[in-house]
């Protein structure tokens, strides 16, 4: 059972039959929308409200005619499997595309890893391979236990770059607002000549909060760097098996294109490849 | 319905009353029948201990270690400051622990994994649960046990998503009346141990930062140690020491950064060349990165009277992968002997330098005396998660001994002169290479679940794993709202056709004497007696006697989970020799079997689901204490 294609303009009737299959669905007793997110996290979202995927959750609540409920949840690992596989919840609105175990709606944004600099520092940088790496300080994101890294780490690595690197635990301090933004901080302090950061966050900061002006630059694609790790395709997500929900997911995300678009861009998300409609391969 | 009321007996008094404590046994070797026909012992318990052939391996726990505690009480993690889980009750011996029964089952109100141990006290037993960390004290005067009171401490919700592998607990020590303890929450309490009154709590560390403690604390004299977790979280690890009476933290003993942090100066002398120099804790790190160094303290932490020195190790380097962080990454997978009134290091030793595997060395140091050439020498054996065991002088730090106990190829011997384990580069891991079939795994061939050691037999009985991996490089994953390349690691059975090991091991001559192999990766701790009994648990839920000269299986029966948790020996007010055990499948590996943990991707779990596929068909969640009689 899936819902059924809507190229066209939003019509009554597919919502009609989308609130049926919200219905059939399981949210009993009280029907809602019910959304696990990180509640200290911009600017995707937190507790307050003010981040992207909290605007897009009240955008389907409204349309739906339901009631938002959020289960917040550090988004770190296991946030999945103790959230929305549990039945915590129906909807996670930002996992990467190919994420295993859930149903994943077809992508609504892509963005890319960026370097970050203070924009007084005129630094321009563009590749990895770029020579002025192996001498500045360079901020990354430390992730995970063994093998677990971020792209640009991987990137360095393979390169040999790795006596100047500082890492900021993408976890932080959770007890400080948004903690994975100390990355950006730290350039805007002056920490780290270079951050390279997810696009998302290095854009809200460097539009927002970063008190000096920071610079963004895309990574061009080097021979060597693998393209398919800096870029990353980004879905909403329900829970294996539940047709019913990704299909309401996808049509609100489709019908919704602009607005989240729209919403995108004042928050400073670097995007990629929107001209594409989701529901096609961006 | 509270913690308390669901704490329910689920079965009682299976045998009312045991049977005469000299029931004779037809099977019984013919020695002891004639033995027990010749002496007349006031209490037949004693008798095939005193028939057994005395202690012929020489060995002796450490003077003091036992603190001078009843031989049937159970008052630290394991039982002595030596950790040597060895207890001196006889009462169950190879004769008749074939005739033990269930006594007492009682619900833990907990559906995690339940390792550790209960502790015994006098007449009260003691039990710490998985999150949220309830101490029950159970009157064990009342047949099949009753309990007196219990203690919330009500650590943060939070620190379950923090923790890394389930939400366990290894248990408390006992001291000067109070039973002290962690917290999930990154908290030490201590209860008063007669009424269940909080003493004090004290914040040691922050979950906010990624820590949280699952270890038991070790009681020293009027010092608590006590050690933090969560080293994948960019965690520094350490050491800290807390007042007894007070709570207030005394110091911390840092795992990575300059040597004042770790506590290194003019007293400290390793024996190895490798492990000297200022501030290796910096300068083996690229650029700032031992900031985020891991080497957490989350095992278990030994004491020796004798030389005045308390012993641990420290786990993995964190959250880099290993192309990230050039050099030793020094104090990462590392053994401390530090002096317990000051912490400060007297020496070390890095098993693994550079890990890139994983292998987390927080596993048990358990303190011994042996003669070795004629002479007594004050050993420490340690058996790794790397695969091999490592038989040191406890007092130089100098390594007498090594030797896999199970199959390892990720290193092919290690240099007693220089201390440097000799490395396989093609078993290396780099970034964005795959590397096939390296064993053992990262859960290593034994994790946290500690070995014991029989004084009577001069050997250590290890529950092992035989589980290998392959490193095939990154997939797609996602935290904090970023994208990242997690660890592909698939977990698979290794060679031989057995997934787990009690094995019997020589400290001395670094080798196995006899051993039982199993079908699953062993999870629980393991028991030994001065009846010369060996017990341990299975994660399909069978808890098992053997004998511990032969290693021939005595007696089993099986549980109503998967046990994680670690078997103990204690005398109740009757006079008569009891062992309990928690049932209650979890903890990294045996997540597995928890229905909301997917085994559809062999990857699940940091990859032991691969290792441990059809643990989910073979037990279900469900703690349980379990006690055992004749």
Redesign the interface.
């Given at each position: 059972m899936s819902f059924p294609a809507d190229r066209g303009s939003w019509r009554p009737a597919a919502v009609a039959a989308a609130l049926l299959l919200w219905c059939g669905a399981h949210y009993s007793p009280a029907q809602a929308l019910r959304v696990c997110a990180?509640p200290n996290?911009l600017?995707?979202s937190n507790r307050a409200g003010q981040g992207f995927e909290n605007h897009i959750a009240e955008l389907m609540a409204h349309d739906l005619g339901v009631p938002l409920r959020y289960t917040w949840?550090?988004?770190?690992?296991?946030?999945v499997?103790?959230t929305l596989?549990?039945g915590q919840c129906d909807v996670v609105l930002?996992?990467?595309?190919?994420?295993?175990?859930v149903a994943l709606t077809p992508p609504y944004y892509r963005s890319s890893w960026v370097f970050v600099t203070r924009r007084d520092r005129n630094l321009h940088l563009h590749s990895f391979d770029d020579p002025r790496l192996r001498h500045l300080?360079i901020g990354l994101?430390?992730?995970?236990?063994?093998?677990?890294?971020?792209?640009p780490?991987?990137e360095?690595?393979?390169r040999g770059i790795?006596?100047?690197?500082?890492?900021y635990?993408?976890?932080?301090?959770?007890?400080?607002p948004d903690?994975?933004a100390d990355l950006l901080r730290g350039v805007a302090r002056g920490e780290v000549d270079v951050a390279i950061a997810?696009g998302?966050?290095a854009g809200f900061f460097a539009s927002r909060n970063a008190g000096v002006p920071l610079a963004l630059d895309a990574i061009a694609v080097d021979s060597g760097s693998?393209t398919q790790?800096l870029t990353?395709d980004?879905a909403a997500a329900t829970r294996a098996g539940d047709t019913a929900t990704r299909a309401i997911l996808e049509g609100e995300l489709r019908r919704r294109r602009p607005e989240i678009r729209r919403l995108l861009r004042d928050y400073g998300v670097p995007l990629e490849g929107m001209d594409v409609a989701p529901g096609e391969q961006p | 319905m509270s913690h308390a009321s669901r704490f329910l007996v689920l079965l009682l008094l299976l045998l009312a009353a045991c049977g005469p404590a000299g029931k004779h046994d037809p099977h019984a070797v013919d020695t002891t029948v004639e033995a027990r026909k010749a002496l007349s012992a006031p209490h037949p318990d004693s008798v095939v201990q005193r028939i057994t052939a005395a202690p012929a391996s020489g060995a002796t726990i450490p003077a003091g270690a036992d603190r001078g505690d009843k031989p049937g009480d159970w008052t630290l993690p394991g039982r002595d400051y030596a950790n040597t889980r060895y207890s001196a009750l006889d009462g169950i011996n190879v004769a008749n622990v074939k005739d033990l029964k269930i006594i007492t089952a009682m619900s833990t109100g907990s559906l995690n994994g339940n390792e550790g141990q209960p502790l015994v006290v006098g007449n009260t037993m003691y039990v710490v649960t998985p999150f949220p960390n309830i101490l029950e004290a159970i009157d064990l005067a009342v047949p099949g046990g009753a309990l007196k009171w219990s203690y919330a401490p009500n650590p943060s919700r939070r620190a379950i998503g923090i923790a890394c592998c389930d939400v366990v607990n290894r248990g408390a020590s006992y001291a000067a009346g109070r039973i002290v303890y962690n917290t999930l929450d990154a908290q030490t309490v201590a209860v008063d141990a007669a009424t269940g009154r909080e003493a004090w709590k004290t914040r040691v560390g922050d979950i906010n930062t990624g820590e949280t403690f699952t270890m038991a604390p070790l009681v020293v004299g009027n010092k608590v140690y006590v050690g933090n977790a969560g080293g994948e979280l960019g965690v520094r690890g350490y050491l800290a020491a807390l007042d007894l009476a007070t709570g207030k933290v005394l110091w911390k003993a840092y795992s990575t950064g300059p040597d004042a942090d770790v506590r290194i100066g003019p007293d400290f002398h390793p024996f190895y060349a490798k492990d000297r120099g200022p501030d290796l804790g910096t300068s083996t790190w690229g650029g700032d990165q031992w900031k985020l160094g891991g080497g957490t303290v989350w095992g278990w932490i030994s004491y020796d009277p004798e030389l005045n020195l308390i012993y641990y190790s420290t786990g993995n380097p964190g959250v880099w992968n290993p192309d990230l962080r050039p050099g030793d990454n020094k104090w990462s997978i590392t053994l401390f002997a530090r002096d317990p009134e000051t912490g400060n290091a007297r020496w070390a030793y890095q098993f693994v330098p550079h890990d890139a595997w994983d292998y987390d060395e927080i596993m048990e140091n358990v303190l011994v005396d042996m003669p070795v050439d004629g002479r007594m020498r004050q050993l420490l054996i340690h058996p790794g998660r790397t695969g091999f065991v490592y038989t040191f002088d406890r007092g130089s730090g100098e390594l007498l001994a090594a030797g896999t106990f199970q199959p390892v190829n990720w290193a092919t011997g290690v240099d007693l002169a220089t201390g440097e384990h000799a490395i396989d580069p093609a078993k290396r891991t780099h970034t964005g290479v795959i590397t096939e079939n390296i064993c053992p795994s990262s859960t290593g061939a034994k994790d946290q679940q500690p070995s014991a050691f029989s004084p009577r037999t001069g050997l250590l009985y290890i529950p092992a794993h035989n589980v290998c991996m392959n490193y095939e490089g990154t997939e797609a994953n996602y935290i904090a709202g970023t994208p990242y390349l997690g660890a592909s690691v698939k977990m698979f059975p290794g060679p031989g056709g057995y997934r787990g090991e009690l094995v019997a091991w020589d400290p001395l001559k670094a080798e196995k004497v006899c051993g039982v192999k199993e079908d699953l990766p062993l999870w629980s701790g393991v028991l030994v007696t001065a009846g010369d009994v060996v017990f341990y648990g299975t994660m399909d839920g069978w808890f098992k006697a053997i004998d511990a000269r032969t290693c021939m299986e005595l007696w089993k029966i099986r549980l109503s989970s998967g046990i994680v948790g670690n078997p103990i020996a204690y005398t109740g007010p009757d006079g008569r020799e009891y062992i309990a055990v928690y049932a209650g499948i979890g903890g990294w590996m045996g997540a597995v079997a928890f229905p909301d943990v997917s085994t559809d991707d062999p990857y699940t779990a940091l990859g032991v689901a691969g290792a441990v596929p059809d643990l989910k068909q073979k037990t279900t969640p469900g703690g349980v204490l379990y006690v055992f009689s004749r």
């Open positions: 990180d996290n600017p995707f949840w550090p988004q770190r690992r296991g946030f499997r103790r596989v549990d930002g996992l990467p595309a190919g994420y295993p175990g300080t994101h430390a992730i995970g236990a063994g093998y677990a890294s971020t792209p780490a991987v360095l690595a393979r790795v006596g100047r690197i500082v890492g635990s993408i976890y932080g301090n959770y007890s400080s903690p994975p997810w998302p966050l693998d790790a990353y980004i | -």
